[in-house]
């Protein structure tokens, strides 16, 4: 099946920093989704991508939809110890309404 | 504007047995999706309903079923439980707009197969 590879796996950075994460697919994909989740809770919806090239921001996060259709990227500016969590990308192929392909998250620890 | 609502937010049952969970969408939700997550993974499609018909299927047997309510909301049974059923059961609601659906999850159902 469709794989989405997530990198890195976890991060530790200083409170402060800025923080990149991506993920790459084999397929194409028509909508990229950022999720971030905490301990116990269902994944937050942080940003959605919708067209390639697309550069979208949410207060410190920004995120882009690959030009290939195939990636796309996250960027958290001066990181806060509440960025804390797991971060997934998300991403639908053409005509599987519903069906969101996951990657295995990316760990982001801030130390104070 | 309540968001996605799951019930219970545990559970433990043992092998053999079944299970329901159920799940309320967000208010003008009219879609329904089912996702498994197992630790330390990302979450993976179970199905989605829309119009009570289940629409989409992913990768899972059929003791894996559900079911859509004329209120839109959903449970999802397991039959014959299997140790490798534990893993936290997410619900995602989202309005049917055809493509570039945002889906937001509940809480989930935290299930423990012993």
Not at chain 2, 37 to 57: D, K, N, V
């Amino acid at each position: 099946g469709q794989q989405l590879n997530q990198s890195p796996q976890s991060m530790f950075i200083q409170e402060g920093e800025d923080v990149s994460m991506n993920c790459t697919s084999s397929s194409i994909f028509n909508t990229w989704l950022w999720y971030k989740q905490d301990p116990g809770e269902g994944p937050v919806l942080l940003i959605a991508l919708y067209k390639a090239g697309e550069l979208t921001s949410n207060g410190r996060l920004t995120a882009q939809f690959g030009t290939t259709r195939k990636d796309s990227f996250l960027n958290i500016s001066a990181s806060i110890p509440s960025d804390v969590g797991i971060y997934f990308c998300a991403g639908q192929i053409v005509g599987s309404q519903g069906n969101l392909i996951f990657g295995k998250g990316t760990k982001l620890s801030v130390k104070p | 504007d309540a968001g996605v609502t799951q019930s219970p937010t545990h559970l433990i049952k043992t092998r053999g047995q079944q299970v329901t969970l159920r799940c309320s969408p967000k208010s003008g939700h009219d879609t329904v999706s089912w996702y498994q997550q197992a630790l330390g993974q990302g979450p993976q499609f179970i199905f989605q309903y829309y119009e009570e018909e289940e629409r989409q299927r992913g990768n899972f047997p059929d003791r894996f079923s559900g079911h859509q309510f004329p209120n839109y909301s959903s449970e999802l049974n397991v039959n014959a439980l299997l140790l490798g059923d534990s893993a936290l059961y997410l619900c995602a609601s989202s309005l049917n707009l055809g493509e570039g659906e945002k889906l937001f999850f509940g809480s989930g159902t935290q299930l423990s197969v012993l």
